[in-house]
């Protein structure tokens, strides 16, 4: 057993979730649970009363919480501890949203004024390029962005772009590219101008595999179409360390933008990788995105656990991962601008907590990280909510709804709404066999087909799902969403003891698949490798023209 497994905590909540009544139950008996289950912080409300959980489910898990000494993680990882025990790292990615005001010390030295000097450097460059002092080598503004990245350098600026469309630049288009299929990069060029078009490349080391492919096929493309190596600094940028590479590569010095060991890549959008982000929406609207993380950083840090929103949503994860046997975790966006956040926050929480031993090295006795999946609301209603209401498997949901639209059109905002409330009543209550006939009763059929068909109408219901809303999709409100999101993630490591900032599976994938370049590249044998690999290797080589 590990230490959490020990915990007579753990042994109780055990116990009392077998005994727990079904929400709808809960609800007849407390008029008041919903006003007792839920908060607002940051512009975020959350209505986390369709859980299954009561005053007494509540209060162990807050105690289980200060039995890891959750608080004391927390303040931990704000105070630039090395928490990433296994690269020997800080995690700060809080501190790209910090004021200029605070000292937060890395190997001694306060990073604070380093943030604050990339912020303005973007801030001058996004203001050479949106004002049309920016000139492409033929004198001409720009007009087209093309992001070249790879994970958290790329999904992050794509969905935060996307989430903020109705406050772009409308002389500004952007395109994202991270596949290494050649199909995506070159159905991208095909939509811009060398002439107009500015290429931002993300990678650490400048040597990312799939980026730094993508990166020098577009290099080729503006070098076959009217541009010359001279030429080059005014067309690509880079986001990286390797200062050196990038200007071989023809970039201008000025121009590059540093990145940080004490930043993962899936935290990163806050740094100069948001620099897409910056481009579209303008410099004040990415510092009101940083604000409203900000904001949630401080309610992270300060609030009492028994009304911290990031602590409370951690805590339902881990209820339902581990005393429920949930495997997955639905996200549904009720706004089409969201709909690219259940991607975001699958790499966030699965990259971060899809382990399986604990910092000491201890393999883990318990579910640790679900598979996070989603879509947009409604459309998934007609689709996998089905499985969500009916199927065998139990599918925590949450639900997300500006309260506002920024496209208010006739009753669509209102049908928005209806639906999304409907389906988390539907989730909790369900529905009887008795209410199934019920319903039936009117029907003209007879006795025995209104029982056969009310028995296919019965929905368990207890379904449990949290409710986020927000008065209106702004910079701040989804830095603040974000931010709830990368949180909740923190809390589900600390409660498992895991460190949720390395990567090692990806590590893996990475390596042999060079390996597997290598041989491709150089005809070289396979024969040592397993049989399936050598036979695809093989048959690829026969293939491949």
């Known amino acids: 057993m590990t230490q959490l497994t020990k915990s007579t ?29 839920s908060l607002s912080a940051c512009g ?35 105070s630039g501890d090395i928490i990433n025990n296994t690269e020997k790292r800080a995690v700060l990615h809080t501190a790209l949203r910090a004021d200029a005001s605070q000292e937060i010390l890395v190997d001694g030295k306060n990073i604070v004024p380093e943030v604050q000097q990339t912020q303005n450097k973007m801030a001058k460059f996004v203001d050479a390029v949106t004002t049309g002092q920016w000139k492409g ?35 500004l288009n952007c395109h994202f590219v991270a596949n290494v299929d050649a199909s995506s990069i070159t159905e991208k060029l095909r939509l811009v101008n060398p002439e107009t078009t500015l290429f931002v490349m993300s990678s650490k080391s ?64 806050w740094s100069a990788i948001g620099l897409p982000i910056a481009l579209l929406v303008g410099m004040d609207n990415f510092q009101a995105l940083l604000a409203g993380a900000k904001e949630m950083d401080e309610h992270f840090l300060n609030a009492p656990l028994e009304q911290n929103m990031p602590v409370i949503m951690g805590l339902f994860s881990l209820l339902y991962g581990n005393f429920h046997n949930a495997q997955s975790h639905v996200v549904l966006t009720y706004d089409h601008y969201l709909r690219g956040l ?12 899809g382990k399986s031993v604990t910092l000491s090295g201890e393999c883990v006795q318990y579910n640790t990280g679900p598979v996070i999946w989603g879509g947009e609301g409604t459309n998934g209603q007609h689709a996998y909510h089905q499985l969500i209401h009916q199927g065998t498997a ?36 369900g529905r009887t066999f008795e209410e199934a006939m019920a319903e039936l009763s009117t029907s003209g059929l007879s006795a025995d087909e209104q029982a056969l068909i009310a028995k296919h109408k019965v929905m368990q219901g207890n379904k449990p799902s949290n409710t986020i809303l927000m008065d209106k999709l702004t910079p701040s409100t989804l830095g603040a969403l974000i931010a709830l999101y990368e949180h909740r993630t923190f809390v589900q490591g600390a409660l498992w ?8 599976g990806v590590e893996l994938g990475k390596t042999l698949g060079n390996d597997v370049l290598i041989r491709l590249q150089a005809d070289k044998d396979a024969s040592e490798l397993d049989s399936s690999s050598n036979g695809l290797i093989n048959m690829f080589r026969a293939n491949h023209i």
Not at 9 to 36: G, I, K, P, V, Y
Not at 241 to 248: D, I, L, Q, W
């Open 9 to 37: 905590t753990w042994s109780a909540l055990a116990a009392h979730t077998e005994q727990l009544a079904h929400m709808r139950s809960l609800f007849n008996q407390d008029s008041q649970r919903f006003n007792d289950m």
């Open 44 to 78: 975020l409300f959350l209505d986390y009363s369709k859980n299954r959980a009561d005053s007494k489910t509540l209060a162990l898990l807050f105690s289980l919480a200060k039995e890891t000494q959750l608080q004391a993680k927390i303040k931990a990882m704000f």
């Open 137 to 171: 080598y033929t004198g001409k503004t720009i007009t087209d962005i093309v992001s070249i990245g790879i994970g958290g350098s790329f999904l992050g600026p794509k969905i935060v772009t996307q989430a903020l469309r109705p406050y772009w630049n409308k002389s």
């Open 206 to 269: 400048f040597g990312t595999q799939e980026t730094l492919t993508n990166t020098l096929s577009a290099k080729e493309w503006f070098l076959a179409n009217g541009g010359t190596q001279a030429d080059i600094a005014k067309h690509f940028v880079a986001v990286t360390s390797n200062v050196a590479k990038a200007t071989e590569f023809g970039m201008d010095a000025d121009n590059i933008f540093p990145m940080w060991d004490w930043v993962g890549g899936r935290y990163s959008l």
């Open 342 to 353: 259940p991607a975001y926050f699958q790499q966030l929480d699965m990259e971060s907590n």
């Open 394 to 429: 139990l599918i925590p949901a949450d639900f997300i709804m500006p309260l506002q639209s920024h496209n208010p059109l006739g009753e669509h905002h209102v049908q928005l709404a209806s639906n999304c409330f409907g389906q988390t009543q539907a989730m909790m209550q």
């Open 497 to 504: 003891d895991i460190n949720s900032f390395d990567q090692w």
